[in-house]
């Protein structure tokens, strides 16, 4: 299993228990996840229903504001924008919480 780390834009293999971890958020059927990226050793953000890609996505310019933020809600967390194939939204790797609107998300400030 190989893992594209978002930050350094390095591919690694996830140690025994983050593939554990990445395993069950597969079968959950999950779209984000955080670990700790092996080449960087930074928590990031990751959909485990994207880690077959053996090619890396180019870079997007990131355009949202609050991508990269902190989260309103557990202020210990940073969320991330997913931008997947039938939704997008924001999350917070850290305590769960997921918006699926800007609207929803503005609230929170």
Known sequence: MNVRCPNCKKV?????????????????????AMIE????????????????????????????????KSCPVCKEGILSFIDHEKEKFWGCGECGNVWFSKQDLEKEF
Do not use: H, R
Request: charged letters at 30%.
């Open 12 to 32: 690694f293999n996830p140690n025994n228990e983050q593939e554990k971890f990445l395993m069950y958020a597969i079968e959950k059927k999950q779209a984000l």
């Open 37 to 68: 990226c092996a080449e960087c050793y930074k928590d990031v953000p990751i959909n485990p229903m994207n880690l077959m890609s053996f090619e890396p996505k180019k870079d997007k310019v990131l355009t949202d504001e609050y991508d990269g």
